[in-house]
Every structure is written in C-alpha cells, then in structure tokens.
C-alpha cells in the first residue's frame, strides 16, 4: 500500500504491508516503522472526538475510520494554519462559537424540555467540532472572519431550544458574517461525519431573520435594475 502524506517540505511517499487498514492505523504504522518526525492528531480512535481530521484525495474525512486506499494523498485540514505536517491550529475557528454566542443567552426557568423537544435540535447535538465543514467551506477563501457552518449549526440548536427567551437577539448576532455570507453550497454537509447538514441550519436562521424583519443586506441589488416600487433605480 502506496500513499502520500504533505510535510512541511512537500508530499512524501510512504510504502505499508497494512492491508484493510484505516488511515489512523496505516499513520501509526508509518511513525512507529518508518518516520518517527511524522506529526498528525489522533484521540478516541471511534469517531467521537474530531481530533484526526484531515483530508483524503482532497476531500475531508476522519482518520480513524477512512480505510485506506492505493495512492491516496494526505493532507491537513485547509482554511486553518498549519502547525507541523497533519496537526494544525484550531483555535481561530473554535473562537467562532464566541463570536456567534453560540449558547443559551436567556434562559426561561419555567419552561422545561420533554423527551420531544429534546428532538428538536438533536442532530446539531451531535456535533463533534472536527473542522471537517469548516475545512470544506468554500466562503472562507474570500472572507476569513465568516462564522462558518459549525458555529451556525449551535447558534441553530440553541435558538431552536424554546427555552431561549432571546431569539430575535441571537439572530442579531449572526447577521454579519454570517448566515447571509453563506453560499449554501452544501459542501459542509457532503463531509460531517456526524450527518449534520449545516446548509438546512444555515436555511432555518435565515427564515427565523425574517420573523424579525432581517433580510439579507444584499437582496436590493438583485432587484433586476428597478427598486421595488418598479421604479428604475439608476
């Protein structure tokens, strides 16, 4: 088994007898028999912690459960800063969840949640913040402060739990680069391990905006050349 792995000096061949082999084992393999400088994340090993994303033929996956394939090129995650090989830094995309206020803002102690309402935002619960969307998401090429689909997916779960007193407010906070940014390409939604299609999250904050009167600060340039009484605007 041939595969190619980016370093910080450009892609490297590497040869395994692994065979039926997940890329995490096939890296370990690698590090333990052939290039001990080799650096990549890993955790859980059960596709519950994120940490060993990365891309596979230019496409986001998870290490720890992506079977590797005869000549498969290796790379780290795109749209974060490379720490060294595989690993890279987090923390800028991480501190989107803060710039969103992706929480519970107000909290109304009268309300409780059933077994129901728990379905309600159970998906996006699933969250298991690997980058993978993050990666993937095309905006970020042009617009490095958008606050990407992972965060707008937890501003969605918490504006959608009725326990939230202030909705209208936690739409306030995603107007700007935000869920008007987005293309709604669905590329985040192809690479979640988790199933979560941050393109439908994305979709229902933007309903919920125009409940609250919030439009998309682009729409009137779309109006074709006349403003919206049919008057040309030019």
């Given at each position: 088994m041939k595969i190619s792995i980016k370093k910080d000096d450009g892609f490297v061949s590497y040869e395994s007898a692994l065979e039926d082999a997940t890329l995490l084992e096939l890296l370990n393999d690698i590090k333990q028999t052939k290039d001990n400088t080799l650096a990549f994340s890993s955790g859980c090993r059960s596709s519950v912690c994120g940490s060993c994303s990365m891309r596979v033929n230019e496409v986001e996956v998870l290490a720890c459960s992506y079977k590797i394939q005869e000549g498969d090129i290796v790379e780290p995650l795109k749209n974060v800063p490379v720490i060294r090989d595989l690993v890279v830094d987090m923390d800028k995309a991480y501190s989107f969840n803060i710039k969103a206020k992706a929480w519970l803002s107000k909290i109304s102690s009268e309300i409780q949640l059933d077994s129901q309402d728990a379905k309600t935002n159970?998906?996006?619960s699933d969250c298991i913040l690997c980058g993978s969307c993050y990666s993937a998401c095309p905006v970020y090429a042009v617009n490095g402060?958008?606050?990407g689909p992972f965060s707008l997916t937890r501003v969605w779960k918490y504006a959608s739990?009725?326990?939230e007193v202030d909705v209208e407010q936690k739409m306030n906070d995603?107007?700007?680069n935000g869920i008007w940014d987005c293309t709604l390409c669905g590329n985040c939604t192809v690479v979640c391990p988790q199933n979560i299609s941050s393109?439908?999250?994305i979709e229902m904050l933007r309903m919920k905006s125009a409940q609250y009167g919030?439009?998309?600060?682009n729409f009137g340039s779309f109006?074709?050349?006349f403003g919206f009484d049919g008057s040309p605007s030019f």
């Amino acid at each position: 088994m041939k595969i190619s792995i980016k370093k910080d000096d450009g892609f490297v061949s590497y040869e395994s007898a692994l065979e039926d082999a997940t890329l995490l084992e096939l890296l370990n393999d690698i590090k333990q028999t052939k290039d001990n400088t080799l650096a990549f994340s890993s955790g859980c090993r059960s596709s519950v912690c994120g940490s060993c994303s990365m891309r596979v033929n230019e496409v986001e996956v998870l290490a720890c459960s992506y079977k590797i394939q005869e000549g498969d090129i290796v790379e780290p995650l795109k749209n974060v800063p490379v720490i060294r090989d595989l690993v890279v830094d987090m923390d800028k995309a991480y501190s989107f969840n803060i710039k969103a206020k992706a929480w519970l803002s107000k909290i109304s102690s009268e309300i409780q949640l059933d077994s129901q309402d728990a379905k309600t935002n159970e998906v996006q619960s699933d969250c298991i913040l690997c980058g993978s969307c993050y990666s993937a998401c095309p905006v970020y090429a042009v617009n490095g402060e958008f606050i990407g689909p992972f965060s707008l997916t937890r501003v969605w779960k918490y504006a959608s739990d009725k326990r939230e007193v202030d909705v209208e407010q936690k739409m306030n906070d995603v107007q700007t680069n935000g869920i008007w940014d987005c293309t709604l390409c669905g590329n985040c939604t192809v690479v979640c391990p988790q199933n979560i299609s941050s393109k439908a999250d994305i979709e229902m904050l933007r309903m919920k905006s125009a409940q609250y009167g919030l439009m998309d600060p682009n729409f009137g340039s779309f109006d074709g050349g006349f403003g919206f009484d049919g008057s040309p605007s030019f």
